[in-house]
């Protein structure tokens, strides 16, 4: 079955070139010019992409508020992955992209290479079910299903997204191991960490809000100081 896309962007040039070209590369590419047109699609269920490219800059709604919006959908379409088309050397807003839901964010200009890439990655996490073993993961109150992609804490649900729960399995199965920074995202999307990322320390501050009792005094996801994060093994 073809992968649908939906890239909304308000760049009709820019849309057709990346058009072409994932279409060379298997993809179905829908395009949306405004986010109004975009939001609409993702509402029919008939229409539901498989991810979307979500441009910052738009002529209606922007980025932000489409990526809110999109995360807040009912049923399964609120975690279809999105990947963020941001101005280069804006961080602050890959941040807030991050913190709304995006799965990961690509600066402009870009190469389509690499969008390529970036879209491979997001889509193998979101339909790899294939760790061993296959089980779920109990740490005390915490239940991390791999096969259902889902967590839960006191038996209720603990919404990530995909990029998010592929973190925090990095973490579970490396449980009382400190890893940095570079080793988390090298591990998880496949490149080395860019100089000034802040985006490993947004989403584990948004896991932290999925699953801590008290995310500002975390007893699951540790910090360690000027080295990077801790999965405890010893959880209430």
Do not use: W
């Amino acid at each position: 079955m073809t992968t649908q896309l939906l890239m909304i962007e308000d760049d009709a040039r820019l849309a057709q070139m990346v058009g072409e070209y994932l279409g060379q590369s298997g993809f179905a590419v829908a395009h949306a010019a405004t986010g109004t047109a975009g939001l609409e699609r993702m509402q029919g269920s008939a229409n539901a992409p498989d991810l979307v490219v979500l441009d910052l800059m738009l002529p209606d709604l922007d980025g932000l508020e489409i990526c809110r919006r999109i995360r807040s959908l009912p049923g399964a379409q609120a975690h279809t992955p999105i990947l963020m088309l941001t101005a280069k050397g804006d961080p602050m807003d890959r941040i807030i992209g991050l913190e709304l839901g995006a799965d990961d964010y690509l600066p402009k200009p870009f190469e389509p290479r690499e969008l390529l890439a970036r879209i491979r990655a997001i889509l193998r996490r979101k339909n790899d079910s294939g760790h061993a073993p296959s089980q779920v993961m109990r740490f005390g109150s915490l239940e991390i299903d791999r096969d259902a992609r889902s967590v839960s804490v006191n038996g209720q649900a603990a919404e990530l997204t995909s990029y998010q729960f592929d973190l925090l399995i990095t973490l579970a199965e490396r449980a009382g191991r400190v890893l940095t920074r570079d080793q988390i995202m090298e591990a998880v999307r496949g490149r080395e960490l860019e100089a000034f990322d802040r985006s490993i320390d947004v989403h584990m501050g948004r896991i932290r809000l999925a699953i801590e009792s008290d995310p500002k005094a975390p007893k699951r996801i540790l910090t360690v100081r000027g080295v990077g994060y801790v999965f405890a093994k010893q959880q209430d």
